[in-house]
């Protein structure tokens, strides 16, 4: 019998899938994978559960330095964040399961991998268009979509049925998935788009009105466009990530409620808590501000709105995606520096900014004769050639239609 490696989160459809494919594929041909990538609810238990549920073999593994060193720093240095002001946590995870996945099936001797996403999801496309870009060889398994558990309640009929033991049975309104990166939110209905989110949906960020009266000032420091340290102490991405998602949090910084573009076709609404990632994206493009010539910085704009796209559709395993990678390489060499932020009530801004390869300078800026380093002298010569073509088409001939 062919053997399958299943990405186990232990969530509702997670727990679906792995009893589907028990009972197709028998007890001892389903293995089990589950990724530690900073959520808070823990993984605990997870192993003894789909041992119970009739897993052969369960694996976990702590992921949360490999998501952040090799998705989630490339992403946010090439400035990637939607249209819809989504940057990007759990699109970014998937790719890095997938990896895993392949790599468990190589060696396993399974011959395919099987994931437990939702039938409108885009994790779906992402899983599986992942999976073909890095083992071919191997067959792709949907149990959820064969066996017509689509939507929700299929779904929590199939759990209720075959007793399997999920907690959002009984709590359903949403369902929140999270990593250290960010979180979202899952609704149990389509959400009317003009009524306020509740205040429940949010777990990681205070409320406006639990918010401190005093601001807080963070410094970030910034080598080559990846954050090094917070306020003077170097750290490795998973400790800076999860001490600015603490003071983010307390402040309210990190809420988001947009309307996304699904990959299938459809309109959903969408709620993010996103509080690191919200601030460090805030402070890199101040940094960029001050470092990027015009031409380099408005380019790279152009650059992060595709790679957010590629990232969000799936094709994170691309050649196109590597072009990119070594094209904001480049563009990053010289984001080195600090970032001040300053956080109150539910607000982040900058409030300073410096770097040794800074364009800016005091004396080019001063607006009076003291220190004054700029050239003056140059300014007649420069205004009347960029002014050209303007004066030419208003002269005589150049006026003239052709008939
Ligand atoms: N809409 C988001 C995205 O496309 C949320 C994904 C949430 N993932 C999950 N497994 N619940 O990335």
Not at 145 to 166: A, F, M, N, S, V
Request: with cysteine.
């Amino acid at each position: 019998m062919e053997k399958v490696v299943l990405a186990f989160s232990g969530g509702m459809g997670t727990l679906a899938a792995l009893h589907v494919l028990r009972r197709r594929y028998g007890r001892d041909n389903v293995i089990t994978y589950t990724a530690n990538l900073g959520q808070k609810s823990s993984t605990e238990g997870l192993c003894e559960r789909a041992m119970q549920l009739g897993a052969a073999y369960t694996h976990i593994a702590d992921l949360r330095e490999r998501f952040v060193d090799d998705f989630v720093w490339p992403a946010f240095r090439a400035g990637a964040v939607c249209d819809s002001g989504y940057m990007l946590a759990h699109a970014l995870a998937r790719p890095l399961i997938v990896s895993e996945l392949v790599r468990v099936a190589r060696e396993e001797g399974a011959t395919m991998i099987a994931h437990g996403c939702a039938g409108k999801s885009n994790d779906q496309v992402r899983f599986e268009v992942s999976a073909a870009a890095l083992a071919p060889e191997l067959q792709v398994l949907s149990p959820l979509r064969t066996q017509g558990l689509l939507r929700r309640d299929e779904l929590i009929t199939y759990c209720k049925k075959h007793r399997l033991p999920t907690k959002q049975v009984r709590d359903s309104r949403f369902s929140i998935t999270e990593n250290l990166y960010g979180s979202s939110v899952q609704w149990d209905k389509a959400p009317d788009a003009f009524e306020p989110v509740p205040e429940d949906v949010f777990r990681q960020t205070r409320s406006l009105a639990e918010t401190p009266d005093t601001p807080a000032e963070l410094l970030i420091s910034f080598k080559e466009g990846i954050p090094c340290a917070l306020d003077g102490d170097p750290l490795g991405g998973v400790e800076l990530i999860e001490r600015l998602r603490e003071v983010a949090a307390e402040h309210g910084v990190g809420r988001l409620s947009t309307m996304e573009d699904r990959l299938i076709g459809i309109k959903m609404v969408e709620v993010y808590e996103q509080p690191a990632a919200t601030i460090l994206h805030m402070a890199l493009r101040a940094l960029e501000r001050l470092v990027l010539s015009p031409e380099l910085a408005a380019f790279k704009r152009v650059i992060a709105r595709r790679y957010a796209d590629l990232a969000y559709e799936g094709f994170w395993f691309s050649e196109l995606r590597q072009a990119l990678d070594a094209f904001v390489g480049n563009a990053c060499q010289f984001l080195t520096g600090d970032v001040r932020i300053t956080l109150l009530k539910s607000t982040c801004r900058v409030s300073g900014v410096r770097s040794r390869y800074g364009l800016y300078r005091q004396g080019l800026a001063a607006p009076t004769t003291e220190g004054d380093e700029f050239a003056h002298q140059g300014l007649q010569g420069y205004m009347d050639t960029i002014s050209q073509p303007l004066k030419l088409r208003q002269s005589g001939d150049s006026r003239r239609r052709a008939r």
